[in-house]
């Protein structure tokens, strides 16, 4: 069993930066494949990110690359999203997520077991 619990989201303007993070316990994080989701008012939950065990392959989703950062710290059960220049779009409530493999792809809801209870991003413009 993994419980995951998101931080850092809030209000921040537009061109800004917010670095989200998610505890996890549980003694097997170090073998889990974590994910970013984020979900906006009336859409989908949309795939953002994604880290392997390691930390040594990461996916992002075409719309943050080169905007949006995963990173992961073992010793401290948690991984991060650091998020640079914000956009209005990029509002939404943030998910973490724990999958014990990615054998149906990284970028799918249904690989994840674990899911937090997700922390709201808002930006202005």
């Known amino acids: 069993q993994v419980q995951l619990v998101e931080s850092g989201g809030g209000l921040v303007q537009a061109g800004g930066s917010l670095r989200l993070s998610c505890a996890a316990s549980g003694r097997t994080f170090s073998s889990y494949t974590m994910g970013w989701f984020r979900q906006a008012p009336g859409k989908e939950r949309e795939f953002v990110a994604a880290i392997n065990w390691s930390g040594g392959t990461t996916y992002y989703t075409d719309s943050v690359k080169g905007q949006f950062t995963i990173s992961r710290d073992n010793a401290k059960n948690t991984v991060y999203l650091q998020m640079n220049s914000l956009k209005p779009e990029d509002t939404a409530v943030y998910f973490c997520?724990?999958?014990?493999?990615?054998?149906?792809?990284?970028?799918?809801?249904?690989?994840?077991?674990?899911w937090g209870q997700g922390t709201q991003v808002t930006v202005s413009s």
């Open positions: 997520a724990a999958a014990p493999n990615i054998y149906s792809g990284p970028r799918s809801t249904g690989t994840y077991y674990y």
